[in-house]
């Protein structure tokens, strides 16, 4: 089993920048992808960026340019850090951890981001 712990969530005003951590722990497989996902309520969850245990990047295109994941393989850790952050960003933000060759997902408990003037 794994468990992930996220934090840094909370409320900013638009413009403003958010760094998220999620650190994994438990039974972890190798070739793992990190990240992170949003929910708002009456929508799906959707992907906000993710990495692979090899590096590569996936991000959502609303977010392109505004936030850089990273991680730290020997920790277990992935953060999120998000900028020029807008209205629209707000969600609860999920961290996970997928192991694509296995089929399982790990999610974490979410964290709220509201941004807000």
């Known amino acids: 089993q794994v468990q992930l712990v996220e934090s840094g969530g909370g409320l900013v005003q638009p413009g403003g920048s958010l760094r998220l951590s999620c650190a994994a722990s438990?039974?972890?497989?190798?070739?793992?992808?990190m990240g992170w996902y949003r929910q708002v309520p009456g929508k799906q969850r959707e992907l906000v960026a993710s990495?692979?245990?090899?590096?590569?990047?996936n991000y959502t295109d609303s977010m392109k340019g505004r936030c850089t994941i990273s991680r730290d393989n020997a920790k277990n850790t992935v953060d999120l850090q998000m900028n020029s952050l807008k209205p629209e960003d707000t969600a609860v933000y999920y961290c996970?951890?997928?192991?694509?060759?296995?089929?399982?997902?790990?999610w974490g408990q979410g964290t709220q981001v509201t941004v807000s003037s």
């Open positions: 438990g039974s972890i497989f190798s070739g793992n992808t």
């Open positions: 990495m692979s245990s090899g590096g590569i990047t």
């Open positions: 996970t951890l997928k192991v694509p060759a296995l089929g399982i997902s790990y």
